[in-house]
């Protein structure tokens, strides 16, 4: 995609930080203007996040303006605000292949650029690794300069403050700017959010400040007496004195759209000594009036013309896995007052908003907040209710010691809905669900299931709710494979595989959505077909008959091969003295990169012709 620069002047001389420094300072409102064009230009044609990046222009403008970078580390938290960021790093003319395959990463990312000095995707990391570097800095006596920018809601995360918390005890000369839109992709939730939205809205501080001062200007001794009591008031109603209680020096808010004021800003707190936070308020979408007026919805878009002032709409298809969970917990909502829903700010990415509005006093957005949500849900499981918790594969990571500790542990009655599992597609490595499989099955008393198709998912979403222990389910991001789910809600043995299809030498045991793939393999090889359903516990009793009648077994999965599915059947088989051989498919042991699902499975020989190669080259050494 070819764009003519003649329409981004200023842009067109900025295309690195340090030609950025070359402009006066009178011309960056212009240069974020074109900017901000560019962004829009660029991710309407080929799709990516959006809103975040239009409220983060003039802030990323005024701070590689002001710092040193790459010399003067920047992190940026919550990678979704730094595409205006790749756009001024040198990486403006691959704007356009964001998100794809072997295009620039969605997120900062170390192996791309100098200039992205933390390679991020979730979020609230920030703070923490700025420390870090802020104490590297000290003690090596360099001049190194170091910002944090947090925000779209990532200063929720219990991690954040405990980054805070440390920093304001140890003093490191370092800055931290928190982006405060009030949003993190779905609204910023929490007391938090709500006291700084309350007091700062108000127009009762403020007038009271400017005006005390206005009067008492011309009569010192009272003017100092008013800027006492302002300090006193200021502690009592505004954010500032929660940071400054933490050891930061608090500034703002400020206008986080207007350039000029924030390079005046940055530039002197950049010399200034210890820890400084810097509060400014954007808008998320700035500059786009669709984007603004709804920023959740255009937070990541699919090409669009932005001259419709509209997204395309959705072209009607088969039901997402996340579409059969957002059914289900109304259905089963509707049959037992007991269930508790539970996200860390993912309603609409889990498909909870239908049920957020029938249900909301059983709805819980915790807000960024992973462990949080998961120790919720044993409090709640503790007391008799019933919760079930959606979570996102590669964010149940972060709440893993809760998932031991505090659930599996003390046996209690949760169920996690685990979304965008195994492959996710454009997201890249941060987001790939490759290693739940792995993590969970090592838990005593968690079933672990893995539904093939829409039916099945609805099924055992049932069966791990009923269940009187710690259950998961997880499912693929995107559509199925068009199975209509029953409307009729039954239990599954647990434990039991499914027999798809008799054959004879190989058995191929499928476990979750690559059992569609891995159906012409077997019809083509004249192999047996086993949808494995459960990943703990698994069919004992189907593996030892499968043993007896095959001479070869190939285990297929969308997880990471090391400790997975399939690792599970090599120690059953290995105790079982199993002579027959035995292959394992599923994701290599490294990071997975960005891609469509399609164009990664096909990669990695998971789509029904790289099976079907494997396969054939199995039987080959029977």
Same mark, same amino acid.
């Given at each position: 995609?070819?764009?003519?620069?003649?329409?981004?002047?200023?842009?067109?001389?900025?295309?690195?930080?340090?030609?950025?420094?070359?402009?006066?300072?009178?011309?960056?409102?212009?240069?974020?203007?074109?900017?901000?064009?560019?962004?829009?230009?660029?991710?309407?044609?080929?799709?990516?996040?959006?809103?975040?990046?239009?409220?983060?222009?003039?802030?990323?403008?005024?701070?590689?303006?002001?710092?040193?970078?790459?010399?003067?580390?920047?992190?940026?938290?919550?990678?979704?605000?730094?595409?205006?960021?790749?756009?001024?790093?040198?990486?403006?003319?691959?704007?356009?292949?964001?998100?794809?395959?072997?295009?620039?990463?969605?997120?900062?990312?170390?192996?791309?650029?100098?200039?992205?000095?933390?390679?991020?995707?979730?979020?609230?990391?920030?703070?923490?690794?700025?420390?870090?570097?802020?104490?590297?800095?000290?003690?090596?006596?360099?001049?190194?300069?170091?910002?944090?920018?947090?925000?779209?809601?990532?200063?929720?995360?219990?991690?954040?403050?405990?980054?805070?918390?440390?920093?304001?005890?140890?003093?490191?000369?370092?800055?931290?700017?928190?982006?405060?839109?009030?949003?993190?992709?779905?609204?910023?939730?929490?007391?938090?959010?709500?006291?700084?939205?309350?007091?700062?809205?108000?127009?009762?501080?403020?007038?009271?400040?400017?005006?005390?001062?206005?009067?008492?200007?011309?009569?010192?001794?009272?003017?100092?007496?008013?800027?006492?009591?302002?300090?006193?008031?200021?502690?009592?109603?505004?954010?500032?004195?929660?940071?400054?209680?933490?050891?930061?020096?608090?500034?703002?808010?400020?206008?986080?759209?207007?350039?000029?004021?924030?390079?005046?800003?940055?530039?002197?707190?950049?010399?200034?000594?210890?820890?400084?936070?810097?509060?400014?308020?954007?808008?998320?979408?700035?500059?786009?009036?669709?984007?603004?007026?709804?920023?959740?919805?255009?937070?990541?878009?699919?090409?669009?013309?932005?001259?419709?002032?509209?997204?395309?709409?959705?072209?009607?298809?088969?039901?997402?896995?996340?579409?059969?969970?957002?059914?289900?917990?109304?259905?089963?909502?509707?049959?037992?007052?007991?269930?508790?829903?539970?996200?860390?700010?993912?309603?609409?990415?889990?498909?909870?908003?239908?049920?957020?509005?029938?249900?909301?006093?059983?709805?819980?957005?915790? /807000? #960024?907040?992973?462990?949080?949500? *998961?120790?919720?849900?044993?409090? @709640? !499981? +503790?007391?008799?209710?019933? &919760?079930?918790? =959606?979570?996102?594969?590669?964010?149940?990571?972060?709440?893993?010691?809760?998932?031991?500790?505090?659930?599996?542990?003390?046996?209690?009655?949760?169920?996690?809905?685990?979304?965008?599992?195994?492959?996710?597609?454009?997201?890249?490595?941060?987001?790939?669900?490759?290693?739940?499989?792995?993590?969970?099955?090592?838990?005593?008393?968690?079933?672990?299931?893995?539904?093939?198709?829409?039916?099945?998912?609805?099924?055992?979403?049932?069966?791990?709710?009923?269940?009187?222990?710690?259950?998961?389910?997880?499912?693929?991001?995107?559509?199925?494979?068009?199975?209509?789910?029953?409307?009729?809600?039954?239990?599954? /043995? #647990?434990?039991?595989?499914?027999? *798809?299809?008799?054959?004879?030498? @190989? !058995? +191929?045991?499928?476990?979750? &959505?690559?059992? =569609?793939?891995?159906?012409?393999?077997?019809?083509?090889?004249?192999?047996?077909?086993?949808?494995?359903?459960?990943?703990?516990?698994?069919?004992?009793?189907?593996?030892?008959?499968?043993?007896?009648?095959?001479?070869?077994?190939?285990?297929?999965?969308?997880?990471?091969?090391?400790?997975?599915?399939?690792?599970?059947?090599?120690?059953?088989?290995?105790?079982?003295?199993?002579?027959?051989?035995?292959?394992?498919?599923?994701?290599?042991?490294?990071?997975?990169?960005?891609?469509?699902?399609?164009?990664?499975?096909?990669?990695?020989?998971?789509?029904?012709?790289?099976?079907?190669?494997?396969?054939?080259?199995?039987?080959?050494?029977?």
């Amino acid at each position: 995609m070819h764009i003519d620069m003649t329409d981004y002047p200023l842009l067109d001389k900025a295309n690195l930080p340090e030609q950025l420094r070359q402009l006066p300072q009178e011309q960056l409102p212009q240069l974020s203007q074109e900017l901000r064009q560019f962004l829009l230009k660029t991710v309407s044609q080929s799709s990516g996040h959006f809103a975040s990046g239009l409220g983060t222009v003039e802030l990323t403008v005024a701070l590689h303006y002001v710092y040193n970078t790459p010399f003067d580390r920047l992190i940026w938290d919550v990678g979704h605000q730094a595409y205006p960021h790749k756009i001024l790093t040198g990486r403006r003319d691959r704007m356009h292949t964001i998100r794809q395959k072997d295009g620039l990463h969605p997120f900062p990312y170390r192996e791309e650029s100098e200039y992205d000095v933390l390679s991020v995707g979730h979020s609230s990391t920030s703070i923490s690794a700025a420390l870090g570097m802020a104490i590297a800095a000290r003690q090596a006596k360099s001049q190194r300069k170091v910002v944090a920018v947090i925000g779209d809601g990532a200063i929720t995360a219990g991690m954040a403050f405990e980054a805070l918390n440390h920093a304001g005890e140890v003093k490191p000369d370092m800055l931290v700017i928190l982006n405060d839109n009030e949003m993190s992709i779905s609204e910023n939730v929490g007391a938090l959010n709500q006291y700084f939205a309350r007091i700062l809205s108000g127009s009762f501080y403020t007038s009271l400040r400017e005006g005390g001062k206005k009067i008492l200007r011309g009569v010192p001794p009272l003017h100092e007496l008013a800027s006492r009591a302002e300090e006193h008031f200021k502690g009592m109603v505004t954010p500032g004195t929660f940071f400054e209680e933490l050891g930061f020096n608090y500034i703002g808010p400020i206008d986080g759209h207007d350039v000029l004021g924030l390079v005046d800003t940055i530039r002197n707190m950049r010399s200034l000594k210890g820890p400084q936070l810097l509060h400014i308020v954007t808008k998320k979408g700035k500059g786009y009036a669709p984007a603004e007026a709804d920023p959740i919805g255009y937070h990541a878009v699919s090409k669009f013309d932005p001259a419709q002032h509209k997204q395309p709409e959705k072209k009607a298809g088969k039901p997402s896995f996340s579409n059969i969970f957002g059914q289900w917990i109304c259905d089963m909502a509707e049959q037992d007052e007991r269930l508790q829903g539970i996200t860390p700010a993912m309603r609409e990415g889990s498909d909870l908003v239908a049920f957020s509005k029938r249900f909301p006093k059983r709805y819980f957005d915790v /807000a #960024i907040a992973e462990q949080h949500a *998961v120790t919720l849900a044993a409090g @709640l !499981a +503790i007391e008799g209710l019933k &919760p079930v918790v =959606a979570i996102y594969s590669s964010f149940l990571q972060r709440g893993y010691d809760q998932l031991i500790h505090d659930v599996a542990l003390q046996n209690l009655d949760v169920l996690f809905a685990i979304d965008r599992a195994g492959i996710v597609g454009a997201d890249g490595p941060t987001h790939q669900g490759a290693f739940d499989i792995s993590f969970m099955r090592c838990i005593p008393n968690l079933v672990v299931m893995v539904p093939s198709d829409e039916n099945e998912c609805r099924q055992m979403l049932y069966t791990g709710y009923q269940y009187p222990g710690p259950a998961a389910v997880r499912y693929p991001r995107g559509s199925g494979t068009g199975v209509t789910a029953s409307e009729q809600m039954e239990l599954l /043995a #647990i434990g039991k595989a499914r027999l *798809v299809r008799q054959g004879k030498q @190989l !058995a +191929i045991l499928a476990f979750g &959505p690559l059992l =569609a793939a891995c159906q012409s393999v077997a019809e083509a090889l004249d192999a047996t077909l086993v949808d494995m359903r459960f990943v703990k516990p698994l069919d004992a009793a189907l593996l030892h008959q499968l043993m007896a009648e095959h001479q070869a077994i190939l285990t297929v999965e969308d997880n990471t091969i090391m400790g997975g599915a399939g690792s599970a059947v090599n120690e059953f088989l290995l105790a079982q003295q199993y002579a027959g051989k035995v292959v394992n498919l599923g994701l290599p042991d490294e990071f997975i990169k960005q891609g469509t699902q399609q164009e990664i499975y096909s990669e990695l020989g998971l789509d029904s012709a790289g099976i079907l190669q494997q396969a054939s080259a199995l039987l080959s050494k029977i």
